[in-house]
């Protein structure tokens, strides 16, 4: 099987990666509102039976018989309700006197209690020996318990008291501890609803799973494209140096065997033979010079290195340099500077080569008889120095790609003349270093102009 590489690889696992962290605050999220719409639930359903106890409560209080114990006084205040040790058939209502809502043993079912929490009656369908009242002193108490069906009741207990009205006239009534009153109320309806946004929130989740899968792929293939970009232009340059380091070395291992089967007859072939070997030996130590330099401009920059720097001082030494060049070209080359103290924060050496190449490039590209000029103005708080010829120009569309690595509009003329065809990316390496920018402006058959704007010191 094809091997994937290692950026699709990278964009599996950076969606990989999104997808799981998103996977786990949406499962998160899901989980949260389940459980804040279930304690909803259980408050709504708590409340409710705690409002129908406080009114059976209030209710039973005066109708309660003295003692609490399975009697006929008792059966007569609630009917429907068993007393302990009867049968118990399932009315079709209950307690139809007391709270509407209590009337469905399906949902609801009621016992009392005596004092020590035996059960003296209850309502049918009860469950017959869940647990005996437990409220403490303190307050009411819940519980969950199951029904005779097997079904889950949520169970209230409180105390339940009746007024007692003493002998002596005039005297207050006494509230009396009678026992506990139970009220349970069926869990089916919780359960189902629990069950089905259970079910509701898993069915969301995958399905949010699903669409963050696709969103995670896309938003790595976003990530990565820059990397791809990036990652495509190395493989291209990397390829390209190869490609330029092997011609030379071809040439010159190709002048030593010839020369190693057929030694040279006499001094001036020894000395061909030498200018050859030395020509593409310059041109490889050139290369390999350029792609070192492109390789620590690319890298970070020796903050040691960095001090303000005179560009009309840079102007000049390499006006200087390259006017014996300039003369054996037949090229009049000019200085226009009326600003004396345009200095920049940057790295001398660099600046030298970035003006450097620059003019080397306008009088390589000018034919005899032409003009370069170099000029320097001040804009803002930015110096501007500006390479300006009279030669071939540049074509709109080479215009884009003059500052690729190895481009060149005319390869053969460019590597005749030494060019490496790095000596532009150099330049707009070196601008970026410097925080500046660059431009071209050109025609073809007038000449070019190359702008570069760099930020002054201080
Ligand atoms: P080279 O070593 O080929 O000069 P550069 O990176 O310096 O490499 O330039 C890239 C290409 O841009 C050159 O091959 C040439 O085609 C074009 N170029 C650069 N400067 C000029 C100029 N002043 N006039 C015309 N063409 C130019």
Redesign the pocket.
């Known amino acids: 099987m094809a091997n994937p590489g290692p950026i699709p690889r990278s964009r599996l696992r950076l969606a990989a990666v999104y997808l799981a962290v998103i996977g786990v605050i949406l499962y998160g999220a899901g989980l949260g509102m389940f459980g804040l719409l279930m304690r909803a639930n259980w408050t709504a359903l708590e409340r409710e039976v705690e409002t129908l106890a406080g009114t059976l409560h209030d209710s039973l209080k005066p109708l309660l018989p003295e003692e609490a114990r399975p009697s006929t006084e008792l059966a007569a205040v609630l009917p429907g309700l068993c007393l302990v040790g009867d049968p118990c058939p399932s009315p079709p209502s209950l307690i139809s006197r007391h709270a509407v809502s209590v009337t469905d043993p399906e949902r609801f079912y009621l016992r009392l209690l005596d004092p020590r929490g035996v059960l003296i009656a209850h309502s049918p369908g009860s469950p017959s020996h869940s647990p005996r009242a437990k409220t403490e002193r303190s307050g009411p108490a819940w519980s969950v318990v199951s029904g005779p069906g097997g079904d889950r009741f949520l169970q209230y207990s409180i105390h339940l008291h009746h007024s007692h009205t003493p002998a002596r006239a005039g005297a207050n009534a006494l509230e009396l501890d009678w026992g506990y009153l139970q009220i349970g109320r069926s869990l089916r309806g919780l359960d189902a609803e629990r069950e089905r946004l259970w079910w509701a929130t898993q069915t969301i989740v995958v399905f949010a799973l699903l669409v963050a899968g696709l969103a995670s792929w896309w938003l790595s293939g976003l990530a990565m494209s820059p990397l791809l970009a990036a990652y495509r232009q190395q493989e291209q340059f990397t390829s390209d140096a190869a490609h330029e380091l092997r011609a030379p070395l071809a040439n010159l291992m190709a002048v030593v065997d010839a020369n190693r089967t057929q030694p040279p007859a006499d001094a001036v072939a020894r000395e061909q033979m030498l200018a050859a070997v030395y020509g593409q030996g310059q041109r490889l130590s050139r290369l390999i010079s350029d792609l070192l330099l492109l390789a620590r401009l690319d890298g970070p920059e020796a903050a040691a290195a960095v001090q303000p720097c005179s560009l009309p001082q840079i102007a000049r030494d390499l006006l200087e340099e390259t006017s014996e060049a300039a003369a054996a070209a037949q090229v009049q080359l000019r200085l226009l500077s009326g600003e004396d103290d345009l200095n920049v924060l940057g790295v001398e050496s660099e600046l030298y080569r970035l003006v450097s190449?620059l003019l080397q490039?306008?009088m390589?590209?000018t034919p005899p008889g032409g003009e370069v000029v170099l000029s320097l103005k001040r804009e803002g708080n930015h110096g501007v120095l500006q390479v300006e010829?009279s030669?071939?120009?540049?074509t709109p569309a080479?215009q884009q790609r003059?500052f690729d690595r190895f481009?060149?509009?005319?390869p053969g003329r460019?590597r005749r003349q030494g060019?490496?065809?790095?000596?532009?990316?150099i330049v707009a390496a070196i601008v970026r270093r410097h925080h500046g920018q660059i431009s071209v402006d050109?025609k073809v058959g007038s000449g070019?102009v190359f702008a570069v704007k760099i930020p002054l010191a201080g």
């Open positions: 190449n490039n306008a390589q590209y010829d030669g071939i120009g540049i080479d003059i481009f060149r509009s005319d460019s060019g490496t065809g790095l000596g532009l990316s050109s070019s």
